[in-house]
């Protein structure tokens, strides 16, 4: 008698469970969706970019529409900005670069075109160099007219023609110098020689650039007597 009453209530909390109804009303509760309130998020100013860029004077800045052309001295170099961006001239003569429109992708290309704004001033007035230094027993660099000539320890010397618009000179054989106008043809020229022969961390033999800190690892201790 007492397991048939244990039986019938089992089954009654199952059913019930279940959704059936078997004495015990089940509520049927309609499913609402779950709203969050967004908050608009106001994008800062870039510090880098709301900076102005003073222009020296030998050299010459042309503006039409989004594109922008700067001659000088040592060469010329133009960009062509997005829309999220505009270039203004001030009557200081400075260049300021403003976000036409308020939104994240503007508030990215705002600080980006003020740097690739300045290394076009910076780079047609005076100039960058990047410097390497060559480790190794027998590793030397020579110019062998519009080529650069490596010895990095391979069954042959490794030869790279050097770009028109760079320059690349050798000091002592082991410290090569590469210079011109423009900032990332000369970082892109300088990390493909890098890429020859990267410095290894045991002995530290490779090219490597003049201020880079490598990181040195300890070699295999041998037998202890």
């Not at 000091?171 to 020689?193: H, L, M, P, W």
Request: glycine letters at 8%; aromatic letters at 6%; proline letters at 6%.
């Amino acid at each position: 008698m007492a397991s048939s009453i244990l039986s019938l209530q089992t089954s009654n909390l199952r059913s019930a469970f279940l959704g059936e109804k078997n004495g015990v009303c089940v509520p049927n509760v309609p499913i609402t969706r779950v709203s969050f309130a967004r908050k608009t998020v106001e994008c800062k100013e870039s510090r880098i970019g709301k900076q102005p860029i003073p222009i020296p004077a030998n050299v010459t800045i042309t503006m039409e529409g989004q594109d922008l052309k700067v001659k000088g001295p040592l060469g010329e170099m133009s960009l062509t900005y997005p829309r999220e961006v505009k270039v203004d001239r001030e009557e200081s003569g400075a260049l300021r670069v403003r976000k036409s429109e308020e939104t994240r992708r503007a508030n990215q290309m705002h600080g980006l075109f003020r740097t690739l704004t300045d290394n076009m001033v910076v780079g047609v007035s005076k100039g960058f160099e990047k410097r390497l230094q060559l480790v190794g027993v027998g590793y030397r660099a020579t110019v062998e007219g519009k080529d650069l000539v490596l010895n990095l320890g391979f069954s042959h010397p490794v030869k790279m023609p050097i770009p028109d618009d760079l320059k690349v000179k050798v000091e002592e054989n082991t410290r090569i110098i590469v210079s011109g106008y423009d900032k990332s043809n000369i970082g892109q020229f300088a990390a493909s020689i890098r890429k020859w022969r990267p410095p290894e961390p045991y002995k530290g033999k490779g090219v490597k650039y003049a201020d880079e800190v490598v990181r040195r690892k300890e070699g295999k201790a041998g037998k202890k007597k």
